[in-house]
């Protein structure tokens, strides 16, 4: 492992890009999960068809057809390009958005109709039903789904390497293996190793969040592992 | 303790200073007693008194911590090889517990298959009948239980009791030595329970099984056994004829359980 | 230059089916992989402690990193081992494994929920293991998982694109070459994405009508 040193200085220089990519995905994810989310069950049948489409649409395509459709297609239909790093974070927020509104749909709907009646017995107004008592405790169950989310997002990180942005996978795949191919397996394990400190990252952040956020509402959190959140699907 | 046993026979089950534990809980402990070949015993008390974990461990669905558990002669959780006692072997288990048959509050028929296939799966899978042997035996029980005509039918499509009748139909397809009845009335409406009741006294004086249950049902324990266990706490309590238990029981425990239980 | 040209878009068809063809094989092999290998994890899963906490890490590893990252693992690695198979392989190899952590831990849900009443019963009957699992659990366990394992074939097929990082020319593989060489890419990559449209929603909402059919059974 004479060359772990280099390895990892290497790679290094491209985790500011996975991690920026990384946090600001996750931010535009949460926006838009809960934009859509709450789109989807809006008494309006515009919005929620708008919501659906823009939900099912971005589900239903390849993420890699997304990524390459914003690099190479966009700029010819809007005149400019996006500074790359932007364009990746767009597609992982939109991507990762879509599958987000339907967690926040089915932890809101999983919501007893007791509480919402409750809420309504005691005149609030919709705003403030959703605030104080709807969403407290739909959080609650979003947070283990979330959780996959934003790992699954992490992982979609490494996807921008095919479109020139330095983050760590490419940092390996076009810096480090073409110069160092015998020592493939230490360069893909280390980076491998990075994104598995990573997602145990997000992980921890999460079930403190899960912690946190039942205590709010009178709740030991579920004990339930990551895997039991497989949910809707998300791969 | 008295306990009544057939003359010159070797016991047909021999449970010898058994002792179970879950955890810190000691369910059962020191517990000896044996039972005479085709002799009925009904095992009576509170629940939690360790009645079920009996019938448990004779099934082998658990193990015993301490003790020996013998079966017509044969030790279930020892067995000789070389001239020595050694823990039994899987294979060793299952040939000692295929004597035994068990019936579950829950009946837990099998849904993938239909009763036809409930009936023949384990003679032929491990007695090796062939399918037309393990057919005719399969007819043949359930004209006994008087279900004959639903030997295609599907569980889902059977009443509660009809389902229990097909699991006691299942277990006899074994030929067992030894039926272990563990409240196999608990689950059932209460109109269905006295054909299942009448059923097992039907089986239980036309042949030599052996049989150990646990029941709530007193009139059934009353009839049925030639012997009653009382239990409570992992021990046992008393152990007589049902005659003299429920009218003249000695102990002030069983006293208490029986007027909790049938003065209702 | 104009934004869309419908000739353009007609001649891009035939590349279109080509990587279909490969997306597809792709997808299948790498599903029954997923589809055995993941089986054997689950039951593997139950096993000895020692088994169980091996198996658990390894899935645990796999489902926290990304898959493309274990593609480059496989393509690069394996040829150092002596082992040099075709892109593809690799791919639905990587695929395979990669998705079989996902299927253990349907698998495993699905053989949880069948009840223990089941177990003891056949156990009651003497039923060798294997029968146990064959004839009375695993009829039981698979067709409640159907829709779960019906979901992670179409996420694959999403997936499968990023074989293109090792060189195989699927739908976008074959569309990122046709675009590239005429500059054209608006029609290239709206169609690639129509395309995976086209068949994963359909797929898609035939397994959410196969989930609410079991439910209501």
Not at chain 1, 220 to 227: F, G, I, N
Not at chain 2, 245 to 250: I, K
Not at chain 3, 131 to 160: C, D, H
Request: net charge positive; aromatic share 8%; glycine share 8%.
């Amino acid at each position: 492992m004479d060359n772990l040193g280099t390895f990892l200085s290497v790679l290094s220089q491209g985790l500011p890009f996975t991690i920026i990519a990384t946090v600001a995905g996750i931010l535009l994810t949460i926006v838009l999960s809960f934009v859509a989310g709450l789109a989807l069950m809006s008494s309006s049948k515009t919005v929620r068809v708008i919501s659906r489409i823009y939900v099912e649409g971005l589900r239903g395509t390849s993420e890699v057809v997304q990524l390459f459709w914003i690099f190479f297609a966009l700029p010819v239909l809007v005149g400019f390009q996006i500074v790359p790093l932007w364009a990746g974070i767009l597609v992982l927020g939109l991507n990762h958005g879509a599958y987000g509104a339907e967690i926040v749909r089915g932890a809101v709907q999983s919501v007893p109709r007791a509480q919402v009646e409750g809420a309504i017995a005691l005149s609030m107004t919709p705003a403030q039903r959703m605030c104080r008592v709807i969403l407290p405790q739909a959080v609650v169950e979003m947070l283990p789904s979330f959780n996959n989310l934003f790992i699954q997002l992490l992982k979609s990180t490494a996807l921008l390497s095919f479109v020139s942005i330095n983050e760590i996978t490419r940092q390996a795949q076009q810096v480090l293996v073409p110069r160092f191919n015998p020592q493939a397996f230490q360069i893909f394990l280390l980076l491998l190793v990075m994104y598995l400190i990573m997602s145990l990252v997000i992980t921890a952040i999460m079930r403190t969040l899960e912690r946190v956020a039942a205590a709010r509402v009178g709740r030991k959190p579920s004990a339930r592992s990551r895997s039991q959140a497989t949910g809707a699907g998300i791969a | 303790m008295p306990s009544v046993e057939k003359s010159g026979a070797d016991p047909m089950i021999a449970f010898d200073g058994v002792e179970k534990r879950f955890g810190d809980n000691v369910v059962l402990s020191e517990l000896s007693f044996t039972v005479a070949p085709g002799e009925h015993v009904c095992l009576i008390g509170p629940s939690g008194s360790g009645k079920t974990t009996i019938l448990r461990l004779l099934m082998t669905l658990e193990k015993c911590d301490a003790g020996t558990i013998t079966v017509g002669g044969t030790s279930l959780s020892h067995m000789e090889k070389n001239g020595k006692l050694v823990p039994a072997d899987e294979k060793h288990v299952r040939d000692v517990r295929k004597r035994i048959g068990m019936e579950f509050q829950q009946f837990n028929l099998f849904p993938n298959m239909t009763v036809r296939g409930n009936l023949v799966e384990a003679p032929t899978r491990v007695l090796g009948l062939s399918k037309d042997e393990a057919d005719a035996r399969a007819k043949e029980l359930l004209d006994l239980v008087g279900l004959g005509d639903r030997i295609d039918s599907h569980p889902t499509q059977l009443s509660g009791g009809q389902q229990q009748r097909v699991a006691i139909a299942r277990a006899l397809a074994m030929r067992p030595d030894v039926l272990l009845l563990d409240e196999v009335t608990s689950a059932l409406d209460p109109e269905l329970v006295a054909g299942v009741l009448k059923l097992l006294s039907d089986i239980g004086s036309s042949t030599d099984i052996t049989f150990l249950c646990v029941t709530h049902e007193m009139g059934f324990a009353r009839d049925f056994s030639d012997r009653v266990m009382m239990f409570d706490g992992g021990r046992v309590i008393e152990d007589a004829a049902p005659e003299k238990l429920f009218t003249a029981p000695e102990h002030e425990r069983t006293q208490a359980f029986l007027h909790a239980v049938v003065d209702r | 230059m104009n934004v869309w040209d419908w000739n353009f878009a007609g001649q891009i068809i035939p590349a279109l089916l080509n990587g279909l063809r490969i997306t597809l094989i792709a997808t299948v092999l790498g599903s029954l992989i997923a589809f055995v290998l993941g089986l054997v994890l689950a039951i593997l899963g139950r096993g000895p402690r020692p088994v169980r906490i091996v198996v658990r890490a390894i899935v645990e590893f796999i489902r926290s990193t990304p898959l493309l990252v274990q593609v480059y693992f496989l393509f690069f690695v394996l040829p150092a081992f002596g082992v040099v198979l075709p892109a593809l392989t690799v791919g639905v190899l990587a695929l395979g494994v990669h998705y079989a952590t996902y299927t253990s831990e349907v698998y495993r849900a699905g053989i949880d929920a069948v009840p223990r009443g089941q177990w003891e019963a056949a156990t009651a009957l003497s039923l060798p293991r294997t029968r146990v699992w064959t004839g009375v659990v695993l009829p039981q366990a698979i067709p409640r998982v159907m829709p779960a394992l019906g979901n992670y074939v179409i996420s694959m097929f999403k997936e499968t694109p990023l074989l293109i990082g090792i060189g195989v020319l699927d739908i976008v593989g074959q569309v990122r070459e046709v675009g590239g060489q005429s500059f054209r890419y608006v029609e290239a990559y709206t169609l690639a994405g129509l395309l995976f449209l086209l068949l994963s929603y359909p797929a898609s909402l035939a397994v959410r009508r196969l989930e609410r059919r079991r439910a209501v059974r």
